[in-house]
């Protein structure tokens, strides 16, 4: 049974809930605790706003392959990266946070070599982030990256990589990268589509041969 005061909501066709009148205090404490269970349970906070999902096969699969293929193409960028997964970023003065499929510093790499502890209220928030949407999303995400300022996010949900910018505290859509400039990240949904036929090392090799022209 819900708490008084504390609305609950089942999502259809989704592994989510999300509940409403919610306080900062809870949200940490669920963030603290989730975290030190090894819980794989995502939370997104927005003023008062949660949403819980446990995330299904098929999502941590994109995931991961998204990911490897964002390494391959830093590698033969040479671009510098420091991946953070599906850390928490949050920022209590905004009331809100949650945790990416994947992110990354890229352009801010170099300055944040070395960091043990990360503050949002004073360090720069990922450069990018990676959105993988295969069920309904229960949130808008959008929003609360917005607010906590990541400048780009792919967006992936089977078909397309779709890359959005933050321009004046929305993001709008995109061609090209902004953490890897002149590449265009739906060419990476050829590569994705090659599961479940082919490994992920596979995968990550033929990414790696297109990318060098072979």
């Known amino acids: 049974m819900a708490a008084r005061g504390v609305n609950v909501a089942m999502i259809p066709a989704s592994p989510a809930i999300w509940l409403d009148g919610i306080s900062w205090e809870t949200y940490e404490t669920l963030v603290r ?104 999303p229960v949130l808008n995400r959008l929003h609360v990256y917005a607010s906590l300022g990541i400048p780009e996010v792919w967006r992936y949900e089977g078909k397309t990589v779709a890359v959005l910018g933050l321009v004046e505290g929305d993001y709008e859509a995109r061609q090209t990268s902004i953490a890897f400039p002149d590449f265009r990240p739906d060419e990476l949904h050829r590569f994705l589509a090659m599961h479940p036929g082919q490994f992920d090392g596979e995968i990550a090799a033929a990414f790696r041969a297109w990318l060098r022209g072979e």
């Open 33 to 136: 605790e989730s975290a030190q269970g090894g819980s794989h349970v995502r939370i997104t906070y927005d003023q008062g706003r949660m949403a819980m999902m446990s995330p299904l096969p098929i999502h941590e699969k994109w995931k991961q392959l998204i990911g490897r293929l964002i390494e391959v193409l830093a590698e033969e960028r040479a671009v510098p990266l420091s991946a953070y997964g599906s850390t928490t970023w949050k920022r209590e003065d905004l009331q809100r946070g949650l945790e990416p499929d994947q992110c990354y510093y890229v352009q801010h790499a170099p300055a944040m070599l070395g960091k043990v502890e990360i503050d949002l209220r004073r360090d720069p928030p990922p450069d990018l982030a990676v959105e993988i949407e295969h069920t309904y």
